[in-house]
């Protein structure tokens, strides 16, 4: 059974730094898209940013210049790195990724991880 772990998020001041962090692990054959979503209570999940296999990313606009996305191919991980945070940046973060394993073609989704940005 493929699982996604994710590490990180926090506390942060506004204009300080988080990284999130999360990691595949099971029976995989292949990891096509991974990404972070986010929510907020009442609201539906967002996209944050995402990025291919291949490093072709995409980022939300209200995050665009501030978070970068990476991943590591040969580990299995994808990291969020959260700069400049503003309390709106505050939600559940969580980590997904569109994997090939033993039981097929999937989508699959963290735990979830809080983001508080406050002074």
């Known amino acids: 059974q493929v699982q996604l772990v994710e590490s990180g998020g926090g506390l942060a001041q506004p204009g300080g730094s988080l990284r999130l962090s999360c990691a595949a692990s099971?029976?995989?054959?292949?990891?096509?898209?991974m990404g972070w979503y986010r929510q907020t209570p009442g609201k539906q999940r967002e996209l944050v940013a995402r990025?291919?296999?291949?490093?072709?990313?995409n980022y939300a606009d209200s995050v665009k210049g501030r978070f970068t996305i990476s991943r590591d191919n040969v580990k299995n991980t994808v990291a969020l790195q959260m700069n400049s945070l503003k309390p709106e940046d505050t939600a559940v973060y969580y980590c997904?990724?569109?994997?090939?394993?033993?039981?097929?073609?999937?989508?699959?989704w963290g735990q979830g991880t809080q983001v508080t940005v406050s002074s």
């Open positions: 099971g029976i995989i054959f292949r990891i096509y898209v």
């Open positions: 997904n990724s569109d994997i090939w394993g033993a039981a097929g073609r999937s989508d699959y």
């Open positions: 990025i291919t296999s291949v490093g072709s990313t």
